[in-house]
C-alpha cells in the first residue's frame, strides 16, 4: 500500500470511532506532514526504521512555521502524538512487519504555566457587553456560561435549547468522542437564560432556526474562530494584560474556583469531560499556588 493509502485507511478507522470532525482534521493535518517527509526522503511507511522516525521527529524540530517561528515543543508533541497513534493502528492490525515508533518518545517540555482570569477581569469583560442587542446578549451569556460550568467551546457553541433542563440546572453536553455527559450551572445562568430565550426566539429566522442556544439570526451556530474574536476584543477593550485571552483560559479559571471553593477533583473530572484524573490534578498545582499567595498575604508571623 501506498503512504496516503495507509494514511486513509487509518483516518477511515477513526471515523468509526465517532470522533469529532475537528479530531479527524487534527489527525489529517498532522499526517499530511508525515507524508511530504516521507515523499521529499523517498521513504515508505509500511518499511520505515526506528532512525528514520526518530530522523523525522528531529526534522520537526528544525521546521519552520508559517509565522516564520520554531514549532513550540507541545507542537511538536502534538504530531508525535498523532503519528505514534498511527503505526500503533497500522502495527495491531497487521498493515506494517514493525512499529518504528514504538521507541520514540516525545519531547521533555517545560512546565506550561496554566493562566486564569481574577474575579475582577471577568467582571470587566462582562461589563463591555450592551445586552440590549441581541448579538451581545448571546456572546455574554455564553461568556458566562464558560466562566460557571468550564466547558469546551466546541461544546458551548453546539448546545441546543433542547439540551438544557432548567428544573434540574443541568446541561447535556457532547464532549469529545460525542461522549454525552451532564453538567451543572448555577442560578444566575438559569436566570440569564430564561431572560435570553424570548430575545433569541424573535430575533432567529424561525424557519431557519437549528435549534442551537448560540444561534445567528440564520439560524446556525456559531463558528470557535468567531467566538474567540469575540473573546479577545472585549478582553481587549477590559484592558486585561499579560493572559491568553481564550475560551480555554475560562475552562482553566473554572476548574481553579471550583477547587479553591471546595469542590473535589473527582467531581471536578466529572463536569470537564476528562478521561484521565491526572489531566484534572494538574489544577491542584493552581490551588498550591493560590494558598500560597495567601500566606504570604496574611502570614501571623509576617504581620506582627
Known sequence: MTNQELVKTFLMYQETK?????????????????????????????????????????????????????????????YIRSVKIMFNYLFEDEYIEKNPFAKVKQIKTDKVIIETFEVEE?????????????????????????????????EAINLKISDIDTDKNMFKVFGKGHKERM?????????????YLPKRNKEVDKELDEGYLFSTR???????????????????KAKIKGKRLSAHTFRHTFAKTYLVNGGNLFSLQTIMGHNDLSTTRKYVHLLTEDIQKQHRQFSPLDNL
Open 218 to 236: 440564520n439560524g446556525t451556530a456559531l463558528t470557535i474562530r468567531n467566538v474567540h474574536r469575540k473573546i479577545v476584543e472585549v478582553g481587549t
Open 122 to 154: 471577568v467582571k470587566r469583560m462582562l461589563n463591555q457587553f450592551n445586552k440590549k442587542v441581541y448579538t451581545e446578549f448571546r456572546d455574554a451569556l455564553l461568556i458566562q456560561i464558560l466562566y460557571d460550568t468550564g466547558i469546551r467551546i466546541s
Open 18 to 78: 465517532n470522533l469529532s470532525k475537528r479530531t479527524i482534521e487534527w489527525y489529517q493535518f498532522t499526517l499530511n506532514k508525515l507524508i511530504d517527509y516521507c515523499k521529499e526522503n523517498n521513504i515508505s511507511i509500511e518499511s520505515m526504521t526506528t532512525p528514520q522516525a526518530r530522523q523525522y521527529v528531529f526534522s520537526l524540530q528544525k521546521s519552520i512555521s508559517r509565522t516564520g517561528k520554531k514549532y513550540a515543543d507541545n507542537g511538536i508533541n502534538g
Open 183 to 195: 453538567v451543572p450551572f448555577g442560578r444566575s445562568i438559569k436566570r440569564e437564560i430564561l431572560k
